[in-house]
T-cell receptor, first 113, second 113 residues
C-alpha cells in the first residue's frame, strides 16, 4: 500500500517569504504525483501534477514542485508567498495504472500580511 | 461548466440514524470517487465508480456504507446506521476516462452525535 508523508502540520510565515512543503511517498513503483490546495470554504483544487518527464513541474499561482526519485520526494515550493496563499495543501500519489489517490495528512499554511 | 457538486454541505444526525449524501459529477465524467477525511487525519479513498459499475470499493469501512450510481450519473453514499466514528468530511471527485486528474466537490461535513 502507498503512504504519503507531509513533514509539517502547520506553517506560519509572512508575506514575501519563501515556502517549501515537504512530501515523501512510500511506493517503489511508477507513481503519479500531485499537490492539491484547499482555500478556506472552497473545494480541493489541483495545483500541479507530475506523471513523467521534466522532474521540475510548474503549477498555477507561481507554485512549483520537484520530483526526486532517489529520495521518494515531491516537495512544493513558492519563492514569495502572498496572503491569499493561506490554505491547506495536500500531497497525493496514485499508481500509474490506478487512479485512486493516496493523500498526505495536509499542511495548513498561514500567511501573515 | 458546472463543477462537482455535493449535497448537503453539512449534516448533523444522531447515532443510529441514516444519512444519504449525494454527488453530481462533472457532466461526461465516467469516473466518480468518494473519499473521506476524519478530523485531523488524511483524506482516504472509499470507492471508485466507472459509469454505474463499482471498480474498486476497497476503502469502504464496513457494510453500513452503501454507495450507488444508478444510470452512471449522480452517486449517493448512504450510511445506515450512523456511528460516531463516521463523522468527517466526505469528498466526491470525478474525472474523465483514462485521466488521473480528478476534480473535487466542496465536501459534505457529517457530524454524528
Amino acid at each position: 500500500a502507498q503512504s504519503v508523508s507531509q513533514h509539517n502540520h502547520h506553517v506560519i510565515l509572512s508575506e514575501a517569504a519563501s515556502l517549501e512543503l515537504g512530501c515523501n511517498y512510500s511506493y517503489g513503483g511508477t507513481v503519479n504525483l500531485f499537490w492539491y490546495v484547499q482555500y478556506p470554504g472552497q473545494h480541493l483544487q489541483l495545483l500541479l501534477k507530475y506523471f513523467s518527464g521534466d522532474p521540475l513541474v510548474k503549477g498555477i499561482k507561481g507554485f512549483e514542485a520537484e520530483f526526486i526519485k532517489s529520495k521518494f520526494s515531491f516537495n512544493l515550493r513558492k519563492p514569495s508567498v502572498q496572503w491569499s496563499d493561506t490554505a491547506e495543501y495536500f500531497c497525493a500519489t496514485s499508481r500509474s495504472n490506478d487512479y485512486k489517490l493516496s493523500f498526505g495528512a495536509g499542511t495548513t499554511v498561514t500567511v501573515r500580511a | 461548466e458546472a463543477g462537482v457538486t455535493q449535497f448537503p454541505s453539512h449534516s448533523v444526525i444522531e447515532k443510529g440514524q441514516t444519512v444519504t449524501l449525494r454527488c453530481d459529477p462533472i457532466s461526461g465524467h465516467d469516473n466518480l470517487y468518494w473519499y473521506r477525511r476524519v478530523m485531523g487525519k488524511e483524506i482516504k479513498f472509499l470507492l471508485h465508480f466507472v459509469k454505474e459499475s463499482k471498480q474498486d470499493e476497497s476503502g469502504m469501512p464496513n457494510n453500513r456504507f452503501l454507495a450507488e450510481r444508478t444510470g452512471g450519473t449522480y452517486s449517493t453514499l448512504k450510511v445506515q446506521p450512523a456511528e460516531l466514528e463516521d463523522s468527517g468530511v466526505y469528498f466526491c471527485a470525478s474525472s474523465q476516462v483514462l485521466s488521473s486528474e480528478a476534480f473535487f466537490g466542496q465536501g459534505t461535513r457529517l457530524t454524528v452525535v
